[in-house]
Nanobody
Framework: HVQLVESGGGLVQPGGSLRLSCAASGYASGAYCMGWFHQAPGKEREGVAALDHNSRSYADYLKGRFTISRDDANNTLYLEMNSLKPEDTGMYYC????????????????WGQGTQVTVSG
């Protein structure tokens, strides 16, 4: 049974930083394409970043502010978020087993419950 558990969200001022974590269990995280998605209030879930063993993909609007990484030894996916903006506010979801790096949400098989990020100040 695959389980993904996100953590690290919270309230941060504009310009601040957060690091999200996604602990994976039930399979080896290195065996799967994984990604992070953002869902702002009242909007659809959109891809933020994704990776597999060969490549990484980022949403164009990020302009280098976020970095996705993975610790295969601990089966954990990370999202380092810098220079946060109010529009980054929303739920952030970890997802695994995608069809390809850059897949939309419909291309992922497993999902976590999400962690809330609020950028305000």
């Amino acid at each position: 049974h695959v389980q993904l558990v996100e953590s690290g969200g919270g309230l941060v001022q504009p310009g601040g930083s957060l690091r999200l974590s996604c602990a994976a269990s039930g399979y080896a995280s290195g065996a799967y394409c994984m990604g992070w998605f953002h869902q702002a209030p009242g909007k659809e879930r959109e891809g933020v970043a994704a990776l597999d063993h060969n490549s990484r993909s980022y949403a164009d609007y990020l302009k280098g502010r976020f970095t996705i990484s993975r610790d295969d030894a601990n089966n954990t996916l990370y999202l380092e978020m810098n220079s946060l903006k109010p529009e980054d506010t929303g739920m952030y979801y970890c997802a695994a087993d995608c069809l390809w790096v850059g897949s939309p949400a419909s291309g992922y098989k497993y999902w976590g419950q999400g962690t809330q990020v609020t950028v305000s100040g």
